[in-house]
């Protein structure tokens, strides 16, 4: 039991990092002229913080996800990349 819930757990970090590069690859491909296509994409979450305020601390809220076709690429790579492994 313990092997399959550490297998979920790679599992997840891998695609996290397939996201995270493949995003930051999408933003540099931005730049390129035949490139432009791997950074459209589109953004979700809040756009406005959500504050709470209890006069002794204050606590903002916010969440924005930005995927894009260099992200998708990443995490198709990162769960094949696990197959693998």
């Known amino acids: 039991m313990a092997t399959r819930d550490k297998n979920i757990w790679i ?3 891998f ?3 397939g996201l995270v590069i493949g995003g930051l690859l999408g933003e540099l ?4 002229d ?6 459209y994409g589109q953004s979700f979450g809040l756009t406005d913080p959500l504050a709470l305020d209890l ?5 903002t809220f916010a969440l924005q996800l ?4 260099a ?3 990443g995490m198709a790579i990162a769960i094949f990349i696990y197959r693998k492994v």
């Open 11 to 13: 599992l997840i970090v």
């Open 15 to 17: 695609i996290l990092a």
């Open 29 to 32: 491909a931005a730049k390129v």
């Open 34 to 39: 035949f490139l432009w296509w791997l950074s």
């Open 55 to 59: 006069n002794i601390i204050k606590i």
């Open 66 to 69: 930005r995927i894009n076709i």
């Open 71 to 73: 992200s998708i690429i």
